[in-house]
């Protein structure tokens, strides 16, 4: 790959022209007609002076997205066959992981239910030894409202220094009706809820006043165009 070169212009020249534009902008009074016409004129002088500007930088920009896309199509070639090996192996590593998990819960399960069994023949050992019948009920009563033996089985897993994994969550809205209808009723998560802005604009371009939405309003913004 040949290297790019990129030219950029002089700037100084055209800052030194530009120092006095926004003094000049801000000594017009618009107080009549006349001095309303100079300030549209002025418009269209800055509206020159803005494309003149853009010009200035064209040749370079031109040059510089042409080379930033050809970089990025380049290394996007690179990228793709090492992001496909990674999510293949990715899928891989996490169904024998998940596997591993399901066995480590069963296995935990077994030891969990071994442990009570057997706390449960000791209190029912204790409670033949015990004086009296209502003594031997108060042995067992107590060893079963012991809480339960907790039991943990650590999954086949290897352990890599520098690769880890972790869990994220997201949320998918599955019935929009549904949550517009619990947002109407728990107004504090109103956030939750987006407008179209893009949309309602476009009904605002297309409707003016007729707009009627409740909760929108159609507002105006004068923008002044210069050919």
């Not at 930033?68 to 996490?94: G, V």
């Not at 480590?104 to 706390?119: G, M, Q, S, V």
């Amino acid at each position: 790959m040949q290297p790019t070169v990129i030219t950029m212009p002089d700037e100084q020249p055209v800052l030194t022209e530009l120092a006095p534009l926004q003094d000049s902008a801000r000594a017009l009074v618009v107080t009549s007609k006349e001095t309303h016409e100079i300030g549209l004129g002025y418009l269209k002088e800055l509206a020159q002076v803005e494309r003149n500007v853009v010009a200035l930088f064209k040749d370079s920009k031109t040059t510089a997205f042409a080379a930033h896309k050809a970089a990025c199509a380049a290394e996007s070639r690179l990228l793709d066959p090492i992001k496909q090996a990674r999510m293949i192996i990715t899928r891989t590593l996490n169904a024998y992981e998940a596997d591993q998990a399901r066995l480590a819960e069963i296995e935990r399960r077994r030891l969990e239910a071994e442990a009570k069994k057997k706390l449960e023949e000791q209190a029912l050992a204790a409670a033949e030894k015990a004086p009296t019948t209502m003594d031997g009920l108060a042995i067992i009563d107590e060893a079963l409202a012991e809480a339960p033996p907790v039991v943990y089985v650590e999954p086949t897993v290897a352990k890599v220094n520098g690769v880890s994994s972790r869990t994220t969550w997201s949320a998918q809205v599955t019935d929009l009706l549904a949550l517009v209808k619990y947002v109407a009723e728990n107004p504090s998560w109103i956030g939750l809820l987006v407008p179209d802005t893009a949309r309602l604009n476009q009904l605002a371009r297309s409707m003016q006043k007729e707009l009627n939405i409740p909760g929108v309003k159609a507002v105006t913004t004068v923008v002044k165009a210069v050919r």
